[in-house]
């Protein structure tokens, strides 16, 4: 699959309801690593950080179509859920990548509806997916992207794993390079 970039920054701005700093990421890309496990990459505005997670092959597909923007006959599961939205008036304000416990992420689709915002629990692959469709912005909590997140160097390539602090998880380091998104030769 091809990489894909797009609009991003760093954001500061107030959180809601006991969440901590959030950063803004974009949909650097998406891959199959050699053990043939879907990864979808954010990277972070500075593009000093990119962050790697592992998705189910459906979600993958989902995200991709909308990245390339094809558009199906019949809606798809993420296109239905866009469509009901709009339909009982509601609006997704954001997606945010909330935690990572146990090797899993979370997510929150933020919604909007008659000026009450609702927090609707996700997985992050689901997320963004929805996310796309809305045109909504992609948020990672900072603890998040302080525990996973990939810094890069100078040139923008991910860094040697010899060159990452420990509190990068080796797992991560090795999705990308076996996603080839590292320098090591």
């Known amino acids: 699959m091809e990489g894909y ?3 991003y920054r760093i954001v500061s701005v107030p959180p809601p309801r006991g969440e901590h700093a959030v950063v803004e990421m974009t949909v650097e890309a998406i891959f199959v690593d050699q053990g043939e496990r879907f990864i979808v990459v954010l990277r972070d505005d500075s593009q000093t950080k990119v962050l790697p997670i592992i998705v189910g092959q459906f979600e993958a597909k989902a995200i991709d179509v909308e990245l390339r923007r094809r558009k199906h006959v019949r809606p798809q599961t993420h296109d239905l859920l ?3 939205l709009t339909e009982i008036g509601a609006q997704v304000r954001r997606i945010v990548v909330t935690d990572l416990r146990d090797e899993t992420y979370y997510a929150i ?3 909007v509806r008659n000026g009450i915002a609702h927090q609707i629990d996700a997985r992050p692959s689901d997320a963004i997916a929805l996310a796309l469709r809305c045109r909504a912005p992609i948020f ?4 998040v992207v ?3 997140a990939l810094p890069r160097d100078a040139s923008g390539s991910p860094q040697h794993p ?4 420990p509190d990068v998880d080796r797992k991560f380091r090795d999705i990308l390079s076996d996603a080839g998104l590292d320098d090591v030769g």
């Not at 010899?162 to 602090?165: A, H, L, S």
């Open 140 to 143: 990672v909590d900072q603890k």
């Open 109 to 111: 689709i933020d919604v």
């Open 82 to 84: 866009r469509n009901a």
């Open 5 to 7: 970039g797009g609009r």
């Open 146 to 148: 302080d525990a996973a």
């Open 162 to 165: 010899e060159q990452v602090g």
